[in-house]
């Protein structure tokens, strides 16, 4: 167990509204990651940090912005969401020295 | 272009069967490869990993896989299915560089007949 848990789960959304989901690790790993999976597509990474403060975009940034201002929260902002970003979200950590990468739950979330 | 292949979208094995699920990847560099397993309604669990040395490596719940430099392949195998392996399975590429995204498959269904 990584550790890493994730908020909503579940959340049912309008078209045009913000939406912010969050990731939360316990171990303090350095390294954190957002993907989104879609039938057919796998995952798509979307956002990822290398410290707090540190982010770089991925493959699917459009749409998506995050912030990390503390070692253990990686938020994932929808500015305004749109039906194109109903998906299921996966966080995932890394640590240091290691190179595989430990997955949340994931959070469903639909865009209506 | 870095990516990973997965060919087969869904597999039907009989309890008790082998498997084998297909991976191939283009990768500029050396890569680290990985297996993950997804239970419906789940997230990812890591069931394998390569990173050098022996090139058959093994997993959790009974898997292996084996890399084939020249193939550029990872496939993954169990000699005997249980039901409980009815999941979907993701193949991923990485840099052999602590804090790179890793590239994913498109993933394959497993389900398990008796």
């Known amino acids: 167990d990584a550790g890493i848990t994730q908020s909503p789960r579940h959340k049912v959304t309008e078209t045009g509204t913000p939406v912010t989901l969050r990731c939360h690790q316990t171990e303090n790993h350095r390294y954190m990651y957002w993907y989104r999976q879609d039938p057919g597509h796998g995952l798509r990474l979307i956002h990822y940090s290398y410290g707090v403060k540190d982010t770089d975009k991925g493959e699917v940034s459009d749409g998506y912005s995050v912030s990390r201002s503390k070692t253990e929260d990686f938020l994932l902002t929808l500015e305004s969401a749109t039906s194109s970003q109903t998906s299921v979200y996966f966080c995932?950590?890394?640590?240091?020295?290691?190179?595989?990468?430990?997955f949340g739950p994931g959070t469903r979330l639909t865009v209506t | 272009a870095q990516s990973v292949t997965q060919p087969d979208i869904h597999i039907t094995v009989s309890e008790g069967a082998s498997l084998e699920l297909r991976c191939n990847y283009s990768?500029?560099?050396?890569?680290?490869l990985f297996w993950y397993v997804q239970s419906p309604g789940q997230g990812l669990q890591l069931l394998l990993k390569?990173?050098?040395?022996?090139?058959l490596v093994q997993g959790i719940k009974g898997f292996e896989a084996e890399f084939k430099r020249s193939q550029s392949s990872f496939n993954l195998r169990k000699p005997s299915v249980h039901w409980s392996d009815a999941a979907e399975y993701f193949c991923?590429?990485?840099?052999?560089?602590?804090?790179?995204?890793?590239?994913f498959g498109k993933g394959t269904t497993l389900s398990v007949s008796s």
């Open positions: 995932a950590i890394s640590v240091d020295t290691a190179y595989e990468q430990y």
């Open positions: 390569y990173f050098s040395g022996d090139t």
């Open positions: 990768y500029g560099a050396t890569p680290y």
């Open positions: 991923a590429v990485g840099a052999q560089q602590a804090g790179t995204a890793l590239i």
